[in-house]
């Protein structure tokens, strides 16, 4: 197994160039799709895009709103199985403690459930450090508990806002 290092996301930066992040995110998304001969369709694509609009999560009402907006069917089960769908392709993740919705931005490559969420501007930024799970591995196994599955989300405050309230 290849040696996973600690990721630390460029989200976490104000200013970084979002555009780049967007398109990035929808060529992997064509890519990987493709690749799985699953279907990405107009709906999916477009929900998507909308989650990616931000690094700070949003929720499926939210989503369904701005479909409306766009004159678009946004039934409650359409949206949710689009969800599913970007869930299970590993596009988007869940913020359990949010209810809300982000753009994965390593899809494709197996990777920890681990989270900064910033209380103050909303950004979700995706950590993937292996001596944390190394570290559940260990304490579960110890307890005889065998996990199928982990999440972390860390509430606080990113290096953006900290300095901005200096
Ligand atoms: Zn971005
Ligand atoms: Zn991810
Ligand atoms: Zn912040």
Redesign the pocket.
């Known amino acids: 197994m290849a040696q996973r290092r600690p990721t630390l996301p460029p989200a976490l930066t104000r200013g970084h160039d979002h555009h780049q992040c967007v398109h990035d995110a929808l060529a992997e998304a064509e890519r990987l799709c493709a690749g799985r001969d699953v279907r990405l369709t107009e709906l999916r694509k477009r929900v998507l895009e909308l989650i990616w609009a931000s690094h700070a999560p949003i929720g499926a009402y939210a989503i369904m709103d701005l479909l409306r907006g766009e004159g678009r069917n946004a039934m409650p089960p359409t949206v949710y199985r689009a969800l599913d769908f970007l869930l299970e392709q590993g596009l988007i993740?869940r913020i359990a403690s949010l209810n809300a919705y982000i753009g994965?931005?390593?899809?494709g490559d197996r990777?920890a459930m681990q989270y900064l969420i910033c209380k103050i501007c909303g950004t979700v930024a995706?950590i993937d450090n292996p001596a944390i799970d190394d570290a559940i591995a260990t304490t579960t196994g110890g307890l005889g508990f065998a996990p199928d599955s982990q999440t972390l989300e860390v509430s606080g405050t990113c290096r953006d806002c900290r300095d901005a309230a200096r």
Do not use: D
């Open positions: 993740h994965c931005s390593h899809p990777h995706e």
